[in-house]
Each structure stands twice: as structure tokens, then as C-alpha cells.
């Protein structure tokens, strides 16, 4: 009796999973969505661009799936910190970092992290790699070109921690792609 117990038990968690996750974007869910038993796709294919290229990198942010900071230590880092760029890569003679976006149609930026990212773009040129997992298409921009397309892009509002965020179509981003 147990083991039929045990079952449905199963099925209930299995179903509640499905009705829980099923259809869900990224950008659709909350933080604990987005984070828990994941695999970053932009993140890998980001590495498997550099990888292409021969390029060296680090991975140096606080964005890693495998590797989570506690929150209650989170929420007590500074958020210069807490925008730290995903890598740091070396090429040509000189260091950048490389700011990790994953998107489906359009690529979201949020405009607090933006002036966060301009104080590191003092320290090293920042780019973004952008990968769109419907188009499986690839894009690299620097930060003032993310600056130049506030005019062209849209603003909305994450609904879990109220961040103004600015959207840009992916088909805007032809002349950057890889």
C-alpha cells in the first residue's frame, strides 16, 4: 500500500512542477525560478564563444548556478559589487570584462545595474554577450552601445523587486552579431 502511496505522492510533486514551471521564460520568473537547478545556456555558450576564439577569461561574478552566495550575505554586499561582470577575458594584450545576458526575443537590461557597469567600465572596457535561446543567435556590444539604444529600446519594471529595466529586440541588434 505504500509503494502505490508513494506514487501518487510522486505524481502530485511531478504534477505541481509541470503546472509550476511549465511554459515559463526567464525573464517571466522570480529570482528562485531563474536560479534553482538551472543550466545557464548563455552562460555555456558564452565560454564556448570564447573557447572558439582562443580567448582567456575567468569567470569572476557572483552569477555562477553552482557556486550561490547566501542571501542574507547578498543583501550586505555593495551593489557595485553585486554588479560584479560575469568574466574577466584577456585578449589582444589587454583585459575587459563581459557581462553574461540570456534572452529570448528581446534582452533586458536593468538601469541601476547600467551605472553600476559604467563605474567598471572605469576600471575595464564592459561588453555584453547576449545570447537569444530562440533565435540560438549570439550578439557582443559594449556598454555605450547598450547607453545608445535607450532611445530606440522600451522600459518596464520587474514585478518581483520593482528594477526599471530596459528591453531591447534582439532584432535591433544585427550589426553586433557573432
Known amino acids: 500500500m505504500s509503494t502505490l502511496k508513494d506514487l501518487k505522492d510522486q505524481e502530485k510533486l511531478a504534477q505541481m512542477l509541470v503546472d509550476k514551471f511549465d511554459g515559463t521564460i526567464d525573464s517571466d520568473g522570480d529570482f528562485q525560478l531563474r536560479n534553482t537547478n538551472r543550466i545557464d545556456i548563455a552562460q555555456v555558450k558564452a565560454e564556448e564563444y570564447l573557447d572558439s576564439k582562443n580567448i582567456t577569461y575567468k569567470n569572476i561574478g557572483f552569477d555562477s548556478k553552482d557556486d550561490r552566495i547566501p542571501s ?37 537590461f536593468k538601469i541601476d545595474d547600467l551605472h553600476e557597469y559604467n563605474l567598471w567600465n572605469g576600471i575595464a572596457p564592459v561588453r555584453f554577450f547576449v545570447y537569444s535561446n530562440t533565435e540560438d543567435e549570439k550578439w557582443v556590444l559594449s556598454l555605450a552601445d547598450v547607453w545608445n539604444r535607450l532611445g530606440s529600446g522600451k522600459f518596464g519594471k520587474y514585478e518581483d523587486n520593482n528594477k526599471v529595466y530596459l528591453a531591447i529586440d534582439c532584432k535591433q541588434l544585427e550589426d553586433y552579431k557573432r
Do not use: H, T
Not at 547578498?74 to 554588479?83: A, G, I, K, N, T
Not at 577575458?89 to 529570448?104: D, H, M, P, T, W
Open 72 to 108: 542574507a550575505m547578498w543583501f550586505q554586499v555593495p551593489s557595485f559589487l553585486r554588479c560584479m561582470p560575469d568574466l574577466l577575458v584577456y585578449a589582444s594584450n589587454s583585459i575587459s570584462f563581459l557581462e553574461v545576458k540570456g534572452c529570448r526575443d528581446e534582452v533586458k
